[in-house]
């Protein structure tokens, strides 16, 4: 028969790979409760109007990425989600957490994204998102906090060189004072520009200024920048953020043609880059939404938020040579000389794991030395060993594999013994 294959643009996370994923994870929770986040899961599925609503009709990712599904025996438009601050903000709103005494709402989520791109090192179209979302207040402070929380993040991975990219795209208000100038400019030079921007000059043109293609960089070059056209109230917004950065030492340059790919970025737009990674350098994207909860039928609450991928931090950490920490291997692996002591052993493996000790032994009736190789391959830190003389006596020959050290102890006393180094 055929063998079915893994679909294109997803992995499998096996055991060697998953402990880093698992590190990352536990430190990422870690860190985020020192800046008072909490933990929130929604469903991978969401209606399909949230996205278009939330993310915006003329994004990539609604026009050409989004996985979309409708179950024949029911209305539903579903779609698995491309990302996540839409849901976040709908069960923002749904289970009413403005409300709550504890403001503003600080929240992390850890999970599964999917999009149909090409894929690519670092471009997946199931791939993995940790990412945080506040709600609740418009305070500047707040703005680099975030910034710093997921910069101090990558740095307590290890990771050197980055920068982060930093730009205000303004309000609503401010946005449309910038797009007649912003018109004019592209109009002019519209039919030297690719096929995409002239289409996007019609529907959102500030993201022609995010094209990645060299020729559009070039011509938009000298484009009105809309930090030229910020009121007052945003300017001083945007000032605030880069003096708290400043002051906490985060290094930043302004980047006035970041605007995102998402329709609902006001003022703080922000990206974490690393030169390193190449083709794909973007680590983190993130900015401030404070238009985004009354969109999704919210009150009008200010809402901030990131998401970086895992896959490209690992990709990252690979790229500059770093290991992380991860433990690997068990505590102890039980050896069988004679078969006559494999009831004995299976005792002592549940009292050594009810312990909390990690223990393995044979099950394929491998000679000794099999055994040993095994306990060698699992980098187990001790062999315990159950000869014939060892059965009779009750005890076993305990050896600690890094220093080649053994001693016969009892065999009640293992776990004892195991412990106490
Ligand atoms: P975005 O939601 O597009 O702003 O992306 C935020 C971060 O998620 C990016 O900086 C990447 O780290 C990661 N990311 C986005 N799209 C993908 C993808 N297709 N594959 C892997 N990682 C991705």
Same mark, same amino acid.
């Given at each position: 028969?055929?063998?079915?294959?893994?679909?294109?643009?997803?992995?499998?996370?096996?055991?060697?790979?998953?402990?880093?994923?698992?590190?990352?994870?536990?430190?990422?929770?870690?860190?985020?409760?020192?800046?008072?986040?909490?933990?929130?899961?929604?469903?991978m599925?969401?209606?399909?109007?949230?996205?278009?609503r939330?993310?915006?009709?003329?994004?990539?990712?609604? +026009?050409?990425?989004?996985?979309? !599904?409708?179950?024949?025996?029911?209305?539903?438009?579903?779609?698995?989600?491309?990302?996540?601050?839409?849901? !976040?903000?709908?069960?923002?709103?749904?289970n009413?957490?403005?409300g709550?005494?504890?403001?503003?709402?600080?929240?992390?989520?850890?999970?599964?994204m999917?999009?149909h791109?090409?894929?690519?090192?670092?471009?997946?179209?199931?791939?993995?998102?940790?990412?945080? +979302?506040?709600?609740?207040?418009?305070?500047?402070?707040?703005?680099?906090? !975030?910034?710093?929380?997921?910069?101090?993040?990558?740095?307590?991975?290890?990771?050197?060189?980055?920068?982060?990219?930093?730009?205000?795209?303004?309000?609503?208000?401010?946005?449309?004072?910038?797009?007649?100038?912003?018109?004019?400019?592209?109009?002019?030079?519209?039919? +030297?520009?690719?096929?995409?921007?002239?289409?996007?000059?019609?529907?959102?043109?500030?993201?022609?200024?995010?094209?990645?293609?060299?020729?559009?960089?070039?011509?938009t070059?000298?484009?009105?920048?809309?930090?030229?056209?910020?009121?007052?109230?945003?300017?001083?917004?945007?000032?605030a953020?880069?003096?708290?950065?400043?002051?906490?030492?985060?290094?930043?340059?302004?980047?006035?043609?970041?605007?995102?790919?998402?329709?609902?970025?006001?003022?703080?737009?922000?990206?974490?880059?690393?030169?390193?990674?190449?083709?794909? +350098?973007?680590?983190?994207?993130?900015?401030?939404?404070?238009?985004?909860?009354?969109?999704?039928?919210?009150?009008?609450m200010?809402?901030?938020?990131?998401a970086?991928? !895992?896959?490209?931090?690992?990709?990252?950490?690979?790229?500059q040579?770093?290991?992380?920490?991860?433990?690997?291997?068990?505590?102890?692996?039980?050896?069988?000389q004679?078969?006559?002591?494999?009831?004995?052993?299976?005792?002592?493996?549940d009292?050594?794991?009810?312990?909390?000790?990690?223990?393995?032994?044979?099950?394929?009736?491998?000679?000794m030395?099999?055994?040993?190789?095994?306990?060698?391959?699992?980098?187990?830190?001790?062999?315990?060993?159950?000869?014939?003389?060892?059965?009779?006596?009750?005890?076993?020959?305990?050896?600690?594999?890094?220093t080649?050290?053994?001693?016969?102890?009892?065999?009640?006393?293992?776990?004892?013994?195991?412990r106490?180094?």
């Amino acid at each position: 028969m055929a063998r079915i294959q893994i679909p294109r643009g997803t992995q499998d996370i096996l055991p060697g790979a998953v402990e880093q994923w698992q590190y990352i994870e536990a430190k990422a929770r870690e860190h985020f409760r020192c800046y008072n986040y909490r933990e929130i899961r929604t469903p991978m599925f969401e209606h399909t109007e949230l996205f278009q609503r939330g993310v915006g009709e003329t994004t990539d990712i609604v +026009e050409k990425e989004m996985y979309s !599904v409708r179950n024949p025996r029911s209305e539903d438009q579903l779609t698995l989600r491309p990302e996540n601050t839409a849901g !976040v903000v709908r069960s923002y709103v749904e289970n009413k957490m403005y409300g709550s005494p504890n403001q503003p709402t600080k929240l992390y989520y850890i999970g599964p994204m999917f999009r149909h791109e090409r894929p690519q090192a670092g471009r997946l179209r199931q791939f993995t998102q940790i990412g945080a +979302e506040t709600f609740g207040s418009s305070d500047p402070a707040i703005d680099a906090e !975030v910034i710093a929380m997921v910069f101090r993040f990558f740095e307590k991975m290890g990771l050197k060189g980055l920068r982060v990219d930093l730009n205000s795209v303004g309000t609503r208000e401010d946005r449309a004072r910038h797009r007649s100038y912003l018109l004019d400019f592209l109009n002019n030079v519209r039919s +030297e520009l690719c096929e995409d921007c002239q289409s996007r000059i019609d529907r959102n043109p500030l993201r022609v200024l995010d094209c990645k293609n060299e020729k559009c960089k070039a011509l938009t070059k000298d484009a009105p920048s809309l930090l030229a056209y910020l009121s007052e109230e945003s300017a001083a917004h945007f000032a605030a953020v880069q003096r708290y950065l400043t002051d906490l030492g985060i290094p930043f340059v302004v980047d006035n043609r970041l605007v995102r790919g998402l329709d609902y970025y006001t003022l703080t737009a922000f990206e974490i880059k690393m030169a390193e990674i190449g083709a794909v +350098e973007t680590l983190c994207g993130g900015g401030r939404y404070n238009g985004l909860v009354a969109e999704l039928g919210g009150d009008d609450m200010p809402g901030i938020g990131f998401a970086f991928g !895992v896959e490209r931090l690992l990709l990252a950490l690979e790229k500059q040579g770093i290991q992380l920490p991860v433990e690997e291997g068990i505590d102890c692996y039980l050896v069988l000389q004679t078969s006559e002591a494999k009831a004995q052993a299976f005792r002592l493996l549940d009292e050594l794991r009810q312990a909390g000790i990690s223990a393995e032994m044979d099950y394929l009736d491998r000679k000794m030395k099999a055994q040993l190789k095994a306990a060698d391959r699992l980098s187990a830190r001790f062999t315990a060993i159950i000869g014939e003389a060892e059965l009779a006596n009750g005890t076993v020959v305990l050896k600690e594999m890094a220093t080649g050290e053994q001693r016969e102890i009892p065999a009640g006393e293992l776990v004892q013994a195991i412990r106490g180094h």
